[in-house]
C-alpha cells in the first residue's frame, strides 16, 4: 500500500523500504534532503578553508579560538528570540531568508580572499555575520522538520540529518583540503557560496500545509520567559541540555585545535588537516546511520549517558598520538561518541516537547550546542597557548569522563520522568498505579 507525505502526494517509498530510510515517505523531507546535502559540502568546505586560511595568515591558536567565539557567541543573545519567532512565523520562508544571507557572506569572502585583499579583521567579521545567521537558522529548521515528516518519522528523520550532515563531512573536508593545496582557500568559499542555491531552491519547491498559529501574541519576554521554565522544570529536557553545553563547553573545542595538530604534531599540511576531519565524519556517519536504524526512542537515555564517555576517551588517546593512522582511528571513535549524544539528545527533546514550544525549546538545544561552543573555543585557544593543544584536549577529555558519570547516576530520575510521556506515544505499555507527575505538562500531542 503507497504511503503519502503531509501534502496528500502519494510516494513511491513503502514501509517494507526499511526501517532506516522511514522518513523518505515525505516529499517535502527528499527535496529537503537533496537540497541540504549539496549545501552542507559547501558548508564542510568553507569551515576547513576557514581555519587554514586563519592559521596560514597568522599562525596562532589562539586567533583559531577567537575566530570559532565570534562565530558562534551570537546564539547566545539571537537563539531565543529566534525560537520565538519559529514558534510565531511561517519557518520555510523564515529558511529561505537565513539560506539567502549565508549565501551573500559567502561570496563577499570568496571574492575577498580570491582578489588577495582579505584580512584578518575582515574574516573576524565576516564571521561573526555567518554566527547570527545561524543563530536564527539552527532553532528554525530544527523545529521545521516536523512539519516536512510529520510526528511519527520525526526520531528517523533527526537521525538522517545527523547521518547527512557528516556524511557530507566526508566529502567536504576532503575535498577542501584537495583544493586548498592546489588553488587556495578562496575557491571553497565560492563554491559554498554557489551550494546555497540548491536548498533555496527545495525549500521553494516543498508544498507545506500552513499551522495555525496562536491568535494571541503576548510579549516576547513572557514568551521566552515561558519557553524556559517549561525546559528546566523537566527532569529529562534539563539534563540533557546541561550535558550537552558541557560536552560542548570542554568537549567539542578539539575540533578548533586540529590546524595545530595536523602541522604542528603530525608534520603535515592541508590535506592533513582534510583527513583528520574526515575521520571524526567517518565516526559520526556511523552513528548517525546506527541511529537511523532504531525503530524507537527506547534506550537513548542510556546512549546520552555513555557517549560522552566515548568522545572523552577517544580525544584523550589522540592527544597522545603521534601517528597519523592512530590519530585516524581515534577520531573517528570521537566522532562516534559526540554524534551519539547530540542526535540523541536531540531526538529526546523533540519527541516529548509541546508543539507550541518547540521552537524555543530548541533555541534552548541551539544554545547548548553552539551557544557554549565559543566560549569553549577561546579556552581551547588559550590553554593551548599556554599548555600546549595536546593537554588542552586531554582536560576536555576528562571534563567528558565526569559529565557522564554525572549523567549515569541521575539516569533512573531521567528514565521515570520520560516513563508517562512514552506510555502516552504507546512506545511502551501503561503501567497500572503510576500516576505522570511533571512539573507542568509535557506533551498535548504525542509524537
Not at 214 to 241: M, N, W
Not at 411 to 435: D, H, N, Q
Request: positive net charge.
Amino acid at each position: 500500500m503507497a504511503n503519502r507525505d503531509i501534502s496528500g502526494r502519494r510516494t513511491r517509498f513503502s514501509n517494507r523500504g526499511g526501517t532506516i530510510l522511514r522518513a523518505f515517505r515525505s516529499r517535502n523531507y527528499r527535496l529537503f534532503f537533496t537540497g541540504q546535502s549539496f549545501s552542507l559540502i559547501g558548508t564542510w568546505m568553507q569551515g576547513v578553508a576557514m581555519s587554514w586560511l586563519v592559521y596560514r595568515m597568522s599562525g596562532s591558536a589562539l586567533l583559531l579560538g577567537v575566530i570559532g567565539f565570534v562565530s558562534q557567541i551570537p546564539t547566545l543573545v539571537v537563539a531565543p528570540f529566534a525560537g520565538v519567532i519559529a514558534d510565531r512565523w511561517d519557518r520555510r520562508r523564515l529558511l529561505i531568508a537565513t539560506q539567502a544571507f549565508a549565501l551573500v557572506q559567502a561570496f563577499i569572502l570568496a571574492a575577498l580572499v580570491l582578489t588577495g585583499v582579505i584580512r584578518i579583521w575582515e574574516i573576524v567579521v565576516l564571521s561573526a555575520l555567518l554566527g547570527i545567521v545561524n543563530s536564527f537558522d539552527v532553532p528554525i529548521r530544527q523545529s521545521f522538520v516536523v512539519e516536512m515528516v510529520g510526528k511519527e518519522d520525526l526520531a528517523n528523520a533527526i537521525a538522517l540529518n545527523s547521518s547527512m550532515f557528516h556524511g557530507t563531512r566526508l566529502i567536504g573536508p576532503s575535498l577542501a583540503g584537495l583544493l586548498i593545496g592546489l588553488m587556495g582557500e578562496g575557491i571553497c568559499f565560492l563554491i559554498n557560496g554557489i551550494s546555497y542555491l540548491a536548498v533555496i531552491c527545495s525549500l521553494m519547491a516543498m508544498r507545506i500545509v500552513p499551522k495555525p498559529r496562536s491568535a494571541s501574541s503576548p510579549q516576547v519576554l513572557t514568551e521566552l520567559k515561558e519557553g524556559f521554565t517549561y525546559a528546566f522544570t523537566f527532569t529529562p529536557i534539563r539534563s540533557t541540555l546541561l550535558l550537552l553545553a558541557l560536552v560542548s563547553l570542554l568537549g567539542i573545542p578539539y575540533v578548533v585545535l586540529m590546524p595545530v595538530f595536523a602541522k604542528e604534531i603530525l608534520h603535515g599540511g592541508p590535506h592533513t588537516f582534510g583527513f583528520l576531519m574526515t575521520a571524526a565524519g567517518v565516526g559520526s556517519f556511523a552513528a548517525a546511520i546506527y541511529l537511523a536504524s532504531r525503530k524507537n526512542v527506547i534506550g537513548l537515555g542510556r546512549l546520552i549517558a555513555f557517549s560522552p564517555a566515548i568522545l572523552g576517551l577517544s580525544t584523550i588517546a589522540f592527544s597522545f598520538s603521534r601517528s597519523l593512522p592512530l590519530s585516524l582511528v581515534f577520531l573517528a571513535f570521537a566522532g562516534f561518541g559526540l554524534m551519539l549524544q547530540i542526535a540523541s539528545s536531540n531526538t529526546i527533546i523533540q519527541t516529548v516537547v509541546d508543539d507550541d514550544k518547540r521552537g524555543r525549546v530548541m533555541s534552548l538545544y541551539t544554545i547548548s550546542f553552539l551557544g557554549m561552543a565559543p566560549f569553549g573555543s577561546l579556552i581551547a585557544g588559550g590553554l593551548a597557548g599556554r599548555i600546549g593543544a595536546p593537554y588542552t584536549v586531554v582536560l576536555g577529555g576528562i571534563c567528558c569522563l565526569l559529565g557522564s558519570a554525572a549523567f549515569i547516576l541521575g539516569l533512573p530520575s531521567f528514565r521515570k520522568a520520560v516513563r508517562p510521556v512514552y506510555e502516552r506515544m504507546g512506545t511502551v505499555p501503561g503501567t497500572a498505579g503510576i500516576e505522570p507527575q511533571p512539573a507542568i505538562p509535557i506533551a498535548r500531542e504525542e509524537q
